[in-house]
């Protein structure tokens, strides 16, 4: 699978590109929303210009009363602010609604990441409401709150 942005690529992480992964993960800007996951198997590379610059996964919903599908993504810091995750999310939104089937996609920011929001709703994606001390922050291991918010297929950018 190999799915096709403006500017990056999203494809399956290779081999050795897990430790590339881990230095980004552990930027400090990257490291305040993201915890180093244990493996990187089902996540997809971020890679622009041939370099890998971070990762993207999702994961499904399949009973049909509920169906839709979530998204995750981190970037390495050096890239922030050029529209590069918002172009992988917008890549992996369209082929979720258009190859997957998918009505509705969801992604959970921290509340408190401004930036990340700011990018989401650039791709079309809007505030459902606050996820009261949704997940751990990576630092302190104190409870924090999220920002739902959902795309529906109609309104993908």
């Not at 890679?47 to 049909?64: C, L």
């Not at 791709?123 to 739902?148: E, H, N, S």
Request: aromatic content about 8%.
């Amino acid at each position: 699978m190999e799915l096709r942005g403006d500017d990056v690529v999203l494809r399956p992480v290779g081999d050795g590109e897990g430790e590339v992964l881990d230095r980004i993960v552990r930027e400090p800007e990257v490291a305040a929303w993201w915890s180093p996951p244990e493996d990187y198997e089902g996540m997809l590379a971020i890679v622009f210009e041939g370099e890998v610059i971070g990762a993207v996964q999702f994961e499904e919903e399949t009973d049909p009363e509920f169906r839709r599908a979530g998204i995750d993504i981190f970037l390495t810091t050096r890239h922030h602010g050029k529209g590069l995750g918002a172009d992988a999310v917008r890549t992996l939104a369209r082929w979720l609604v258009r190859e997957c089937g998918h009505h509705r996609l969801t992604i959970d920011p921290a509340a408190a990441n401004t930036a990340a929001i700011r990018s989401y709703g650039k791709v079309g994606f809007k505030p459902v409401g606050i996820m009261r001390a949704y997940g751990r922050d990576p630092q302190t291991g104190l409870w924090q709150d999220a920002l739902l918010m959902d795309l529906l297929a109609d309104e993908l950018t």
